[in-house]
């Protein structure tokens, strides 16, 4: 059966945000059963926002959660990182607006959730099983949800860049390991959107240290690309993030073809309403482990 699960320990790391370039402290903490993810500004008092859909503010070039006019900005890596390593509960403590953007991927955010160890609890986790396809469009764009034994995300992209061009990729968390194969996948920027962002205010704390950025020919960082078709599994991680705001991990095949932050958020807040295409069950997915599911070696004693 599925427990949920929580942090075993504190953990901490500072950073700045990429759009505010403001310096920020974030502390990972354990939470009861049944908490879910809670961000708290404790430059506001502790004040707590719950990762839920219903919080999500804006969703253009990041995922904002605002609550009563406080806004939490940037949590879509976080929110990945804790999903896709299989926490259910945790408190995440940060004493500005943004989260930290630290190297644009969700890679340092697992180390520090490896760091802190998990602590399974003696609550089931619930989770929400498709029971009928959601098909949504807006234009070219397309995201939809497929009833299926297990998550799985498919995610196809195309941009007319010599580097970027069409890709594709299945993920099934059962088959391919999150850590490896999607955290470390950076966010990207083209050149001209990166200088109009900036004319916008946005983009602030914005690099080559945290950012893929492409110019109109090749990638502009040093280093190169983590993975060739590293763009198509970033947006493989915002997915994850995004769609953790639901509430309860889903079972079901997700397929997304040209979406972003906004449709990924468009499905969330379509799948709450229709209540018909889904069920709540505490029996784990059949045919392999979910994105929730804990690796073996991070399970500590407990509960
Ligand atoms: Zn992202």
Redesign the pocket.
Known sequence: MGRQYTLASEVALSGIGLHTGVTVHLRLCPAPAHTGVVFRRTDLDGFAIEAQSRHVARVSY?TSLMKKGVLISTT??LLSALAGMGVDNAIVEIDNLELPIVDGSALPFVKLIRQAGLRPQRARRSYARILKPLELADGPKKIAVYPSDTLTVSYAINFPHPVIGAQSLDFAPGARSYEDNVAPAR?FGFLAEVEMLLKSGLVKGGSLENVVVLDPQRVMNPEGLRFPDEFCR?KI??LI?DISLFGHPLIGHVVADRAGHAMHARLVSQLLHQRNCWELTTDPPLRSDPVLSVPAELAVAGA
């Open positions: 990041a879509e890596h966010t970033h991680l915002d993030g």
